[in-house]
């Protein structure tokens, strides 16, 4: 390590190295090595042939975009380091498959032997280092690099000292609002950042996808809304939610790239609120701002009191039956959707209209997946592959929007969007309180307690997916003041009937991704996957997002062109693009494979099989079991079902050994599963 500081120091430093091939590479690095006056002149051709003829022998291309070039000289004191990045990456033959871009030349004295072996195994390991290299990408000069190194010692040297309390974003601190005190002093530095990273090109493309991504589930959830509530809360009061709480969360939440919406839970106990106000001839909309309010004030206690702390006992299990019943509830969502456009046909249209929608969504799906596959593609420059990467589903979604509009003779149904600004039903926005008789206002306590069950473990249980520690983010979790500002903004929405918002798992997942750097990686099997570098934590995205969605209500004319199978596409690559990195997921598949084929994953290598299966089966079951309690007339008591995941868990110590469980219950993969190559 001292070795590359060194180097670094000494401007023994090549960014942005024109070549393509290794001999061009060797022969450039060693002129301006000589013409830096490091070697002896008359050594230089000596040097440039000993480097050659390693690369001939065998390739010290490594993997994860590195190379190591090196030989042993006579003639040589000390040893000599050069650092180089490529313009542009080179196949060099990595065992992964994957360009190099970074080289670490290293000359030594044939006596150095141990020394040279030593500094090979210190660069392998900066090498493999992910945050490491996607800092090297974007460094400008030796100090960029200095800094990097700076911090991936500071990230992989063992603490002198008990790690503080404080650091840890659930832990109880044991005092009011000392949680959210912590948050603030956690995430307040990185404020400013926040905006300034956000000036990118890739973000832009996130606000795009986003944009359409948000709007449709909003108009979606509000028209099923306003169905069911007799038209008190519909498309336009989901659209003024989501647009006003969700530019307050950019802004005053410590994790901006969790997105608010409406959920399906929430909608589905809104409805039965709805039903029971009905039954017992009171007033909907003042009962249901009562609820909200006390479900606000509760939730505001739960921040306050640090309740947050006791996500602790929710682990992967848990965060992946979750996430993976909003994924599926994405997909299932879409296909019903389609399948209802076939049911619904008459005589006129034929089957015209049920098979352009079909047409559409999967072309809306097939080339969003396509597009964000290019980063992997062999052709065109990478700058245009990381373009398309990125605004694929956009580009997607306008596609196929200009192939319904020249196929205009076919009827399609169009996103259902009001005509003009205004409630749904012509109401005042404010919603008269006391208008619900005084028994009401305290009795109203009693759903609210269900509300803030949901809405507590909705909003913790996304964070905990989005805070992953496979998502490498780096600027730090606020679970408290996340819940408090949720809390204050359910409270506002319902003095005016507005609908209540949580974080959106799918959405929020999604917004991630398309703010993250990811790299094709090879994992021990040889089967390729995704691995992700780095993600642009930055509250831009989310505030251009729901602007455009404010903005959409001046806009009602021209959204109503979109066909709702485009729209239905992009629900269906949400759900599956969300599904990716699902262990879970990812065990359910071993039930079908050839034992002998598994993926040498941690968890393969230290856990046998049958107890592999055990453990999916088990997951397996609490996932149906919340999907029929989701489907069924026991759907007011989903949060109850979902918060017994964490006993279910507890119980698993029973029947697992401890280290068995610790292997596939682990909160991010073991380093060795990252580092196989080196």
Request: glycine content about 6%.
């Amino acid at each position: 390590m001292q070795l590359f500081i060194e180097a670094l120091k000494r401007k023994q430093c090549i960014l942005d190295l024109e070549a393509s091939d290794i001999r061009s590479i060797i022969q450039k690095v060693v002129d301006r090595i000589g013409a830096q006056g490091t070697i002896p002149t008359e050594r230089l051709e000596d040097i440039t042939a000993a480097l050659i003829a390693r690369e001939e022998s065998m390739s010290t291309a490594i993997g994860h975009s590195v190379a190591i070039p090196h030989a042993y000289l006579d003639g040589l004191a000390d040893p000599v380091f050069v650092f180089v990045r490529l313009a542009k990456a080179a196949n060099l033959g990595a065992p992964d498959g994957i360009p190099t871009r970074f080289l670490f030349f290293l000359l030594g004295p044939p006596d150095a032997a141990s020394q040279h072996l030593d500094a090979l195994a210190n660069i392998a390991r900066v090498a493999s280092d992910h945050e490491f290299r996607f800092d090297a990408g974007k460094a400008k000069n030796e100090q960029d690099l200095l800094d990097a190194l700076g911090r991936f010692t500071a990230r992989t040297s063992p603490p002198t000292r008990p790690e503080a309390v404080e650091d840890d974003a659930l832990a109880y601190s044991g005092r009011l609002f000392g949680g959210v005190a912590a948050d603030l002093r956690r995430r307040l530095p990185h404020y400013l950042s926040d905006y300034r990273d956000g000036l990118h090109t890739k973000c832009a493309g996130s606000i795009l996808f986003l944009f359409f991504a948000c709007l449709a589930p909003a108009i979606t959830f509000g028209g099923v809304m306003a169905a069911q509530t007799g038209g008190h809360i519909g498309a336009v009061e989901m659209l003024v939610a989501s647009a006003i709480c969700g530019v307050i969360y950019a802004i005053f939440a410590g994790q901006p790239l969790i997105i608010l919406g409406g959920t399906g839970p929430l909608l589905v106990f809104t409805a039965v609120l709805y039903r029971l106000c009905n039954d017992l001839s009171i007033p909907f909309l003042p009962t249901y701002a009562w609820v909200g309010i006390w479900s606000a004030v509760m939730i505001v206690i739960l921040a306050a009191t640090d309740a947050s702390c006791l996500m602790r006992y929710f682990t992967r299990f848990t965060d992946e039956i979750f996430a993976a019943l909003i994924s599926i509830i994405f997909i299932v969502e879409a296909i019903k959707s389609l399948i209802q456009i076939f049911r619904n046909l008459d005589v006129d249209q034929h089957h015209d209209t049920a098979l352009l929608s079909l047409l559409l969504a999967l072309g809306t799906y097939q080339i969003a997946m396509g597009l964000s596959r290019m980063r992997r593609s062999r052709f065109l420059l990478p700058s245009i592959r990381e373009f398309l990467a990125d605004f694929g589903p956009t580009i997607a979604l306008a596609g196929m929007t200009l192939v319904a509009f020249w196929l205009h003779e076919v009827h399609l149904d169009i996103l259902s969007a009001p005509d003009e600004f205004g409630t749904t039903s012509g109401r005042p926005w404010m919603v008269s309180l006391f208008d619900a008789p005084m028994w009401v206002r305290f009795a109203a306590l009693g759903p609210a307690v269900f509300v803030t069950v949901l809405v507590y473990l909705d909003q913790n249980i996304t964070a905990r997916l989005i805070n992953s520690r496979d998502h490498k983010l780096r600027k730090g979790a606020t679970y408290h003041l996340d819940l408090i500002v949720v809390g204050v903004l359910m409270g506002a929405c319902s003095l005016f009937g507005l609908p209540w918002l949580v974080a959106a798992t799918v959405r929020s997942l999604n917004h991630l991704r398309s703010l993250a750097t990811i790299e094709e990686a090879t994992d021990i099997s040889g089967s390729q996957r995704e691995r992700l570098l780095h993600v642009r934590e930055t509250r831009i995205t989310g505030l251009a997002i729901h602007i455009l969605i404010g903005l959409s209500l001046l806009l009602l004319s021209i959204l109503k062109t979109i066909p709702m199978a485009t729209l239905y596409g992009l629900f269906l690559f949400m759900g599956v693009v969300s599904m990716s990195g699902n262990q879970f997921l990812e065990r359910l598949r071993l039930w079908f494979m050839d034992s002998a084929l598994y993926p040498t994953t941690h968890y393969i290598r230290n856990v046998p099989f049958w107890t592999i299966h055990k453990y999916t089966f088990l997951q397996l079951m609490c996932l149906v079991a919340l999907w029929v309690v989701k489907a069924s007339s026991w759907a007011i008591m989903f949060p109850i079902f979902i918060a017994v995941l964490a006993p279910v868990r507890i119980l698993a110590n029973r029947f697992f050994e401890p280290k068995h469980l610790a292997a596939m219950d682990a909160e991010e993969e073991p380093e060795e599963e990252e580092t196989h190559w080196t």
